[in-house]
């Protein structure tokens, strides 16, 4: 995933009541050291997520790029609401065990992180599947897709009535759906797809490009003008072997 990637998920600002009844995710990417990402995983595998259990935040997903050269671990979790979060990262970050865990790991490993994570509080679109846990033999891709101006509820819509089901008709499965909850929230869309494989995924993209009711819903969608700012960004993903699974 391109740096410029890496920004978007800094700053993202609303949330409605319908959306808040849902609960709040939050996608975090830790970019390591060279080298220390195995460090890095062995801490989440063996320590961090129980923890997190323990103040109240619900594991849901955790992945590393399939390249093998990006050294980052992509992770998805989720509160009851914004209150909640706040008081389980303080219930967390003050955690005797944590804090004990933390210490361990510098002096065993040095600094693991070349830089703060970086963080993404998001709400579910009206139209995303329930999230559940993952299947582990699957390929997953994130995609963040910035529009214009005024332009998010044409890419909606577009996703809502169109976009989604011509995935499906092509082995694109749609994962989740999410919007930041901050001023990002406006004109961001978040998404993770999964595949059977990466010639699976590369045969969907292809066959969606070419889809004649996808070509149609995108023409009348801009019929008013462009809808993205930027092209998409997307880094392909695996799942670690210790995120939740689905059987």
Known sequence: MRVVLAALFVCFGFLSAAQADDGLYELR????????????????????????????IENVAYWTPVDENDERLIY????????AAKASWDGFRNDPEWKEVAAKSRADHGKILSKAPEVTDMTEVDYSPEVVSPGSDRLYELRIYTTLEDRLDALNARFRDHTKQIFARHGLESYGYWTPTDERSQNTLVYVLSFDDAETA???????????????????????????????????????????QSK
């Open 202 to 244: 590369k045969a969907g993209w292809k066959a969606f490009g070419q889809d004649p009711e996808w070509q149609a819903a995108r023409a009348a969608s801009e019929a008013d003008g462009k809808i993205l700012a930027e092209r998409p960004l997307s880094v392909y993903m695996k799942l670690t072997d210790y995120s939740p």
């Open 29 to 56: 990417v830790y970019t390591c050291e060279p080298g220390k990402l195995e460090a890095l995983n062995s801490r989440f595998k063996n320590h961090t997520m129980r923890i997190f259990e323990r103040h109240g």
């Open 76 to 83: 998805l979790i989720k509160h009851k609401s914004a209150e």
